[in-house]
């Protein structure tokens, strides 16, 4: 645990056309909120990948930027799923796509057994913070990858309520699309793409940005592949360009 928390806080520099790092302190504790301006980078299409472990995204990201201008944003701490921080002697762990509505910050919280109103408060604070970094954005690509079948693949979203989806049987279920935008939904439809179209005031609370977008009108898209499909995951953001170009 010594070794462990020794990691927290200890941030991790890239070469590229520019870089802002937020050291945001929680608790006793610190997480980066990395920008990378990739070669003059606008603000109208942001990329924010919240899982640092989620890595197979990141790097499709980056090798997809390096051809088109872009802002990616990312969150560094200890290279895991999960956000740890010590306050008083405590240690509390959340998910930090959960934490954008009082509800989902309530309920990330109770899940790891450590839940207080002041840690509530905290995740407030820190989900603020990336919030904050969004207010620019006319597009937010949520970056995330998965592992095979369970628990999470486009066959989730069939016949769930609050949900319209569109499954291809050729495609891996895992390598997925999932937007708040009817839009959206329906090029990606066109494009013969797994995607689910998450309906306004329809989806459970579960803290998670497509919530928070949903609620406050930003468009919102998520990327999802499975750990390791860098090359299916460029090629999801390749079929996105023709969404990202209306909103740059």
């Known amino acids: 645990m010594r070794n462990f928390l020794i990691l927290i806080g200890i941030c991790i520099s890239i070469r590229l056309s520019a870089q802002d790092t937020l050291r ?7 997480v980066c909120i990395i920008t990378e301006l990739h070669k003059g980078a606008r603000r109208g299409v942001v990329f924010l990948n919240l899982h640092e472990d989620e890595s197979t995204s990141v790097q499709a990201c980056r090798t997809f930027l390096s051809n088109n201008n872009g ?3 990312r969150l560094h701490q200890h290279g895991e799923r999960l ?3 010590t306050r008083k002697g ?18 990330t919280l109770k899940y790891f057994d450590n839940y207080d109103r002041v840690a509530a408060k905290k995740l407030k604070g820190f989900a603020n913070a990336i919030i904050k970094k969004l207010r620019k954005a ?11 079948g369970a628990p999470l693949s486009i066959l989730n979203y069939v016949d769930k309520k609050g949900y319209r989806v569109n499954v291809n049987s050729s495609i ?5 699309f999932l937007t708040t935008r009817k839009k959206i939904y329906k090029y990606l439809k066109s494009k013969k793409m797994n995607v689910a179209w998450e309906l306004f005031h329809k989806t459970n ?19 999802e592949a499975l750990h390791g499909h860098e090359t299916e995951q460029l090629q999801m953001l390749e079929v996105l360009k023709g969404v990202m170009k209306k909103y740059r």
């Not at 945001?24 to 610190?30: Q, R």
């Open 24 to 30: 945001y302190k929680i608790g006793d504790s610190t």
């Open 71 to 73: 802002t990616l944003i």
């Open 83 to 85: 956000i740890v921080f």
């Open 90 to 107: 405590k240690l509390y762990r959340f998910d930090p796509n959960r934490i954008f509505t009082p509800k989902g910050r309530k309920a």
């Open 138 to 148: 006319r597009l937010v690509v949520a970056l995330h990858n998965n592992t095979e």
């Open 172 to 176: 891996n279920i895992d390598d997925f």
């Open 205 to 223: 609370d579960d803290g998670s940005l497509s919530i928070y977008s949903n609620k406050n009108q930003l468009p919102y898209v998520n990327i």
